[in-house]
């Protein structure tokens, strides 16, 4: 208790706290945050996380830093702390800047994928081959009336969703991605497909709107993969089923240059962890097994709770 109380009597350290509650950030994110060098913020990062305030998560040469759950009385007194630390001075402008850097994240992912759309599938697919999942993933889509898949890239997935549904809804928050999906649409014969253009934390389409929501390997792409998870719960209708394929935890550190990849791929454990806080229940986690030179693929299955869950 001591060593958290020393922790927290640094006004800096409250204002990383206070960023980090809701957010995973790097060093440089928060030296710009915070308008502070680099070698300030990792000494008070170090301190916040030896006390077990906070946790980090090493992707690559990157450091994502966010509040932990390490330390018991931290966690026992987290709720009653986070309304104390609205009352800092430096809060609205702190927020501020942790949305910007979001934001960045965001501009970077939307550039990229405005440049290289006409290409990305040939691109993604020789770069970072992984082994054969569709038929995999398609048996997890149960049959909906709506069905929305986000992330929807070039529509590869799209024809063969629409025979699960009676209508089915696909955004990407790319307009150059959007042209090649309407493209493969009319190639693919599916009339009735709807296309629209959207954020994947900000889907447009209503409360309770989808009875299974498709995401596949986008969530890799997503600048804050939990606000991704708990939007589309939001979409989900009650007992509605969430399919998601994304790669497993890899060390290609050249993949968020050349692919625009946010992260890494992910480790079992810590979807699973996010996909219950986001208030999903029966979550299946599978791994497929890859061959040499190819990255792993985690398939999801998991289903929103229903009001009495």
Same mark, same amino acid.
């Given at each position: ?19 980090? +509650?809701?957010? &995973?950030?790097?060093?440089?994110? +928060?030296? /710009?945050?915070?308008?502070? *060098? /680099? ?14 305030? #906070? ?17 018991? =009385? ?6 009653? =702390? &986070?309304?104390?630390?609205? /009352? #800092? ?11 910007? @850097?979001?934001? @960045? ?5 939307? &550039? ?5 759309? @006409? /290409?990305?599938?040939? #691109? ?5 081959? !992984?082994?054969?999942? $569709? ?7 149960? %049959?909906?009336? !709506? ?22 809804? *696909? ?5 150059a991605m959007l042209v090649e999906a309407r493209r493969r649409l009319v190639d693919d014969g599916v009339p009735g497909a709807e296309l629209r253009l959207g954020e ?7 409360? *309770?709107?989808?009875?299974?929501? !498709?995401?596949?390997?986008? #969530?890799?792409? @997503?600048?804050?993969?939990?606000a991704v998870l708990t939007e589309i719960v939001r979409v989900l209708q009650p007992q509605g089923t969430l399919v998601l394929a994304d790669l497993a935890r890899h %060390?290609? %550190?050249?993949?968020?240059? $050349? ?5 890494? *791929?992910? %480790? ?14 029966? !979550?299946?986690? $599978?791994? +497929?097994?890859s061959e040499i030179g190819q990255e792993s693929v985690l398939l999801v299955k998991a289903v929103k709770a229903g009001p009495g869950d």
């Amino acid at each position: 208790m001591l060593e958290l109380f020393k922790a927290l009597s640094d006004p800096c350290r409250l204002r990383l706290v206070a960023v980090l +509650l809701n957010s &995973e950030l790097t060093v440089q994110e +928060l030296t /710009q945050i915070m308008g502070m *060098g /680099q070698s300030r913020i990792s000494r008070h990062l170090k301190i916040l996380a030896e006390a077990g305030v #906070l946790s980090v998560k090493r992707q690559g040469t990157w450091s994502y830093y966010r509040a932990g759950e390490q330390n018991p =009385f931290f966690s026992a007194i987290r709720p009653e =702390f &986070e309304r104390a630390l609205e /009352q #800092l001075p430096e809060r609205r402008s702190d927020l501020a800047a942790v949305a910007q @850097a979001l934001d @960045a994240r965001r501009k970077r992912s939307l &550039e990229f994928f405005d440049q290289h759309a @006409a /290409q990305w599938d040939e #691109l993604s697919r020789t770069l970072l081959p !992984v082994p054969e999942y $569709q038929e995999s993933l398609l048996a997890l889509v149960p %049959e909906v009336p !709506v069905l929305l898949e986000i992330g929807v890239g070039t529509g590869t997935l799209m024809a063969q969703l629409a025979r699960k549904a009676r209508q089915v809804i *696909g955004v990407d928050h790319s307009p150059a991605m959007l042209v090649e999906a309407r493209r493969r649409l009319v190639d693919d014969g599916v009339p009735g497909a709807e296309l629209r253009l959207g954020e994947m934390t900000h889907l447009p389409i209503a409360d *309770g709107g989808a009875g299974c929501v !498709v995401a596949n390997m986008v #969530l890799h792409h @997503a600048p804050d993969p939990q606000a991704v998870l708990t939007e589309i719960v939001r979409v989900l209708q009650p007992q509605g089923t969430l399919v998601l394929a994304d790669l497993a935890r890899h %060390e290609r %550190e050249w993949a968020r240059e $050349q692919l625009a990849d946010q992260w890494l *791929g992910f %480790e079992e454990d810590e979807l699973q962890a996010w996909l219950k806080a986001a208030g999903l229940a029966d !979550v299946s986690v $599978q791994r +497929l097994p890859s061959e040499i030179g190819q990255e792993s693929v985690l398939l999801v299955k998991a289903v929103k709770a229903g009001p009495g869950d």
